[in-house]
């Protein structure tokens, strides 16, 4: 049996005259090697990722990053925080001291 290798499609969007990181994205492009149903299953009965929370002193301008990505519809604000609809999960923009008081 032959032994495969995944193949992948790598890109860096320079976003740093925006926010001070690069966004690196990698798209799999032999799906076979990354949906694998003993891949799928986490210890602690994760099954997906439903929220992610970004830390930003500049919603502003972090959004346009994600307007891009998303679009503009993909934005609203609630309860102080700006949330992006991304698939099946959502981005929240929000200050640091939001965060914190989180816990």
Known sequence: MALLSPVLDHIVID???RIDEAMRCCEHLTLGLVWRP???THRNGAGAV????????????????FRGLF????????????VIAAGSAQVELAPPNMIAADG
């Open 15 to 17: 976003v740093r005259d």
């Open 38 to 40: 003993e891949w799928q």
């Open 71 to 82: 679009g503009g519809d993909a934005i609203a604000e609630r309860e102080g925080r700006w």
């Open 50 to 65: 439903a929220r992610v929370v970004v830390t930003t002193g500049d919603r502003r301008r972090t959004a346009q990053l």
